[in-house]
Nanobody, 125 residues
Framework: QVPLVESGGGLVQAGGSLRLSCAAS????????MGWFRQAPGKYREFVAA????????YYADSVKGRFTISGDGPRNAVYLQMNLLKPVDTAVYYCAADLQAYSILEFHAEYELWGQGTQVTVVS
């Protein structure tokens, strides 16, 4: 069973908005933080945003700063990504992930132990 389930992806015109959601599915766990990554065809998976529950710190890739906002509910292991002013370059499969260990560098995908299956976001011009 996939431990995390994403939703909210879809097709949107450039300049539009989408809100992605991610929630734990079935498995009980405690996370120290959660993040969003994305992978476009032929490219490596890249960091998008993350949130550290203990201090409420948020982290963003430079490419999405000012356009995307991450939020969430730590005890419920739920995380959201509000995406505004979307661009065609934002087209990718978006994955959420949970970090189960403290003091992780949340920008690195290798720090995360649990992943969802991804949701497709397509931005057309």
């Amino acid at each position: 069973q996939v431990p995390l389930v994403e939703s909210g992806g879809g097709l949107v015109q450039a300049g539009g908005s989408l809100r992605l959601s991610c929630a734990a599915s079935g498995r009980t766990f405690s996370s120290y933080g959660m993040g969003w990554f994305r992978q476009a065809p032929g490219k490596y998976r890249e960091f998008v945003a993350a949130i550290r529950w203990s201090v409420g710190s948020t982290y963003y890739a430079d490419s999405v700063k000012g356009r995307f906002t991450i939020s969430g509910d730590g005890p419920r292991n739920a995380v959201y990504l509000q995406m505004n002013l979307l661009k065609p370059v934002d087209t990718a499969v978006y994955y959420c992930a949970a970090d189960l260990q403290a003091y992780s560098i949340l920008e690195f995908h290798a720090e995360y132990e649990l992943w969802g299956q991804g949701t497709q976001v397509t931005v057309v011009s």
